[in-house]
């Protein structure tokens, strides 16, 4: 079954330090991949996603992500981090058998001053 | 547009209650999801519908949890006899078909149900 793995539970970086939250797949042909951020008492928002096309994807508030066949990766980048990034990240990938998504256990940003 | 509202916001039960939760997708959207979602977790698929049309389900998906979508618009949760296990984070989102499987899964604020 398709699904992703999130190596880092948590990241710290400082603000206005670059950001790169990694995800990768396993999937045999091409994907369909989703970043959403969560912030506390806030619904998952989407922030991009990539199933075919340029490799490298823009999304909302800043953020890119890069597909990499070669790595099974999809990994989420921002050059230059605000203090309100601070959420939970997940990354997601459409299931084989229709439209459910497979989520990551996410990724925890602490931005510090 | 006012997005995916879910009601209630939070339920606290005894075990061995009945809850039920409410969700009221996007206008116009036709697929409905739900997704349960834990502490430290990811948010994990339940079930989805296509109008009222239930496509898929989930092995999480116990003979305790019913859901519905009657008229194609707004969904309910049911968790019968709710155990302690039962405590998340429930989660809709709706999608507009046509997408594809590429399309855009849009989120409500979820409903937390802790189980006493």
Same mark, same amino acid.
């Given at each position: 079954?398709?699904?992703?793995?999130?190596?880092?539970?948590?990241?710290?970086?400082?603000?206005?330090?670059?950001?790169?939250?990694?995800?990768?797949?396993?999937?045999?042909?091409?994907?369909?991949?989703?970043?959403?951020?969560?912030?506390?008492?806030?619904?998952?928002?989407?922030?991009?996603?990539?199933?075919?096309?340029?490799?490298?994807?823009?999304?909302?508030?800043?953020?890119?992500?890069?597909?990499?066949?070669?790595?099974?990766?999809?990994?989420?980048?921002?050059?230059?981090?605000?203090?309100?990034?601070?959420?939970?990240?997940?990354?997601?990938?459409?299931?084989?058998?229709?439209?459910?998504?497979?989520?990551?256990?996410?990724?925890?940003?602490?931005?510090?001053? | 547009?006012?997005?995916?509202?879910?009601?209630?916001?939070?339920?606290? =039960?005894?075990?061995?209650?009945?809850?039920?939760?409410?969700?009221?997708?996007?206008?116009?959207?036709?697929?409905?999801?739900?997704?349960?979602? =834990?502490?430290?977790?990811?948010?994990?698929?339940?079930?989805?519908?296509?109008?009222?049309?239930?496509?898929?389900?989930?092995?999480?998906?116990?003979?305790?949890?019913?859901?519905?979508?009657?008229?194609?618009?707004?969904?309910?949760?049911?968790?019968?006899?709710?155990?302690?296990?039962?405590?998340?984070?429930?989660?809709?989102?709706?999608?507009?078909?046509?997408?594809?499987?590429?399309?855009?899964?849009?989120?409500?604020?979820?409903?937390?149900?802790?189980?006493?």
């Amino acid at each position: 079954a398709q699904s992703v793995t999130q190596p880092d539970i948590h990241i710290t970086v400082s603000e206005g330090a670059s950001l790169e939250l990694r995800c990768n797949y396993s999937y045999g042909a091409t994907p369909y991949l989703f970043w959403y951020v969560q912030s506390p008492g806030q619904g998952l928002q989407l922030l991009l996603k990539y199933f075919s096309g340029d490799t490298l994807v823009q999304g909302i508030k800043g953020f890119e992500a890069e597909f990499k066949r070669s790595q099974s990766s999809f990994n989420l980048r921002k050059p230059s981090v605000h203090w309100s990034d601070a959420a939970e990240y997940f990354c997601a990938v459409v299931s084989n058998s229709g439209y459910a998504l497979n989520f990551g256990k996410g990724t925890s940003l602490l931005v510090t001053p | 547009d006012t997005g995916v509202s879910q009601n209630p916001r939070h339920k606290i =039960t005894k075990r061995g209650q009945n809850v039920t939760f409410r969700c009221d997708p996007i206008s116009e959207h036709n697929r409905l999801y739900w997704y349960r979602q =834990t502490l430290g977790q990811g948010p994990e698929f339940l079930t989805y519908f296509q109008n009222e049309a239930q496509l898929e389900k989930s092995r999480l998906l116990s003979d305790r949890f019913s859901a519905e979508r009657p008229k194609g618009s707004f969904s309910t949760l049911e968790i019968q006899r709710t155990e302690q296990g039962d405590s998340a984070m429930y989660l809709c989102a709706s999608s507009l078909a046509g997408g594809g499987r590429g399309e855009t899964q849009y989120f409500g604020p979820g409903t937390r149900l802790l189980v006493l």
